[in-house]
C-alpha cells in the first residue's frame, strides 16, 4: 500500500526538532531508522500529519561508554551497538539481545531508542532495559526529564513520551563486577518476534544472590517484572532447586493472552523454562555449583 500523504521536516539541531515537534501537535511522529514506523504507516496502521527526520543531528548520534555506565543517544543504529568491541566486554548481554532482533539490514538502519520508543511488547530491547534498570531521557522545547524503564512502557506501542516530545537518549549504568546477565527468547524462525523472551541479572556476592530483576517479554503488554521469580533467588545460591522454584514462580506469575503464535498455557510454562535456562546460562558462566 502507499502511504498516507504527510509533511516531512528535516531539522538540523536538537532544538529545532524539538521545538518543531512542540508546534506540530499529537500527529507527528520522529523518524529514526523507520524500520517500524514506516512498515506501519505503509499498512496504514499509523497515518502521522507530520514526519520530524532527526537523521542529521549531530547531538544525537553515538553512544558514550565511562565508568558510570552507557549512555546511547537517539541515533545510534542497532547495529553499531552489537558490534563495539567495548560494550560488548562491559554489557555482553547487549550483544547477545541485539542478536536476536530482526535481521542485520534491519539493524543496520533501526535505532536502539527508535526500538525503545516503538514499545512493541514482544521486543528484546524494552525487556532488557527494564532488567538493567535503565533511565530514559525524554526532551521536549522546554528542558528534559529522566523516567525510569519500569515507567516509561505504558501499553501495548504506548510510552511516557508525549506529543512534543523524543526519546533523547537511555543510560545503562555501570554493571559492577558482581553483576550477571543473560537474555533468551523462542521465536518460530529467526529474525520473528519473539513468542516470549526473558531477561535475567543476578547480583552475586560470595556465591549468593544479593539482587536480581526478572522480566518477560511477549506475557503481558509491557515488559513483565516477575517479583516472585526474584524472591525465589534472592539469598541463596544458584542451586538446580533455585533455578526450579524460579521456574515455577514465573509460570504461576505470569498470565499471557492466547493468540494465532500460542496459547497462554505454551506461553506460562515457556516464560518460565526460559527465566530457568538463563539462570543456568549465569551459572555456567561464573562458575558455580549445581548441586
Not at 542529521?56 to 563495539?84: F, H, N, T, V
Not at 543496520?108 to 538493567?132: F, I, K, Q, W, Y
Not at 518477560?216 to 533455578?243: F, K, M, N, Q, W
Not at 509460570?251 to 526460559?274: C, I, M, N, T
Request: with cysteine; proline share 5%; aromatic share 6%.
Amino acid at each position: 500500500m502507499k502511504l498516507a500523504p504527510f509533511r516531512y521536516h528535516q531539522p538540523s539541531t536538537q532544538v529545532e526538532a524539538l521545538e518543531l515537534l512542540g508546534s506540530l501537535g499529537d500527529n507527528a511522529k520522529v523518524l529514526a531508522g523507520g524500520q517500524s514506523l514506516l512498515p506501519m504507516m505503509a499498512y496504514r496502521l499509523a497515518t502521522p500529519t507530520d514526519l520530524v527526520d532527526i537523521g542529521r543531528i549531530p547531538e544525537l548520534r553515538g553512544w558514550d561508554l565511562d565508568d558510570s555506565g552507557l549512555r546511547i543517544r537517539a541515533m545510534a543504529r542497532q547495529r553499531q551497538i552489537e558490534l563495539d568491541p567495548d560494550i560488548g566486554l562491559r554489557f555482553p548481554v547487549m550483544h547477545h539481545a541485539l542478536a536476536k532482533v530482526a535481521h542485520v539490514q534491519i539493524r543496520n538502519r533501526g535505532t536502539v531508542c527508535g526500538s525503545l520508543a516503538h514499545a512493541d511488547s514482544a521486543a528484546e530491547l524494552p525487556t532488557l532495559m527494564v532488567a538493567l534498570d535503565s533511565t530514559f531521557v525524554v526532551a521536549n522545547a522546554q528542558g528534559r526529564r529522566r523516567v525510569a524503564a519500569p515507567d516509561f512502557f505504558k501499553f501495548h506501542f504506548t510510552t511516557a513520551v508525549e506529543a512534543g516530545e523524543l526519546l533523547a537518549e537511555v543510560f545503562i549504568p555501570d554493571p559492577g563486577p558482581g553483576q550477571h546477565a543473560a537474555f533468551m527468547e523462542v521465536s518460530r524462525r529467526k529474525g520473528d518476534f519473539a513468542v516470549v523472551g526473558a531477561a535475567v541479572v543476578v547480583d552475586i556476592e560470595d556465591g549468593h544472590v544479593k539482587g536480581a530483576r526478572v522480566v518477560c517479554s511477549g506475557v503481558a503488554p509491557t515488559p513483565y517484572v516477575v517479583a516472585a521469580a526474584e524472591e525465589a533467588i534472592v539469598g541463596g545460591e544458584l542451586r538446580d532447586s533455585t533455578l526450579l522454584d524460579a521456574q515455577y514462580a514465573t509460570s504461576r506469575s505470569v498470565d499471557p493472552p492466547d493468540d494465532f503464535h500460542a496459547d497462554s498455557e505454551y506461553r506460562k510454562h515457556l516464560a518460565g523454562v526460559l527465566v530457568r535456562r538463563c539462570l543456568d546460562q549465569i551459572r555456567s558462566n561464573q562458575g558455580a555449583r549445581s548441586a
